[in-house]
Nanobody, 124 residues
């Protein structure tokens, strides 16, 4: 079992930045893929970014170049640095984990451990 707790959400103006954090209850560095998802009101949940056990990240086209995913395995913590935020980034953001590595990390359907979410609101 993996328990995930997110923090760092809030309200910012367009063009601003936020850094989300996600602490896991156990060591996930060498054997778990990690990812950030988001869900806006009335929309389906979508994957924002994912990171492999070797630190390689992949991004949705809508956030590439603005968001950076990273992980600190020593602290069991996942991060999402969000810069140049836009109104359309407003959503509940969820941290997720999946046992495995490699290309599995880039498959949204494989994630089966979830945090409770943290709200990000961007005003234009």
């Amino acid at each position: 079992q993996v328990q995930l707790v997110e923090s760092g959400g809030g309200s910012v103006q367009a063009g601003g930045s936020l850094r989300l954090s996600c602490v896991s209850s156990r060591y996930t560095g060498s054997s778990f893929c990690m990812a950030w998802f988001r869900q806006a009101p009335g929309k389906e949940r979508e994957i924002v970014a994912s990171i492999n056990t070797d630190g390689t990240g992949r991004y949705a086209d809508s956030v590439a170049g603005r968001f950076t995913i990273s992980r600190d395995n020593a602290k069991n913590t996942l991060f999402l640095q969000m810069n140049n935020l836009k109104a359309e980034d407003t959503a509940m953001y969820y941290c997720a984990a999946a046992a495995g590595s490699g290309y599995l990390c880039y498959a949204p359907s494989k994630y089966n451990y979830w945090g409770q979410g943290t709200q990000v609101t961007v005003s234009s």
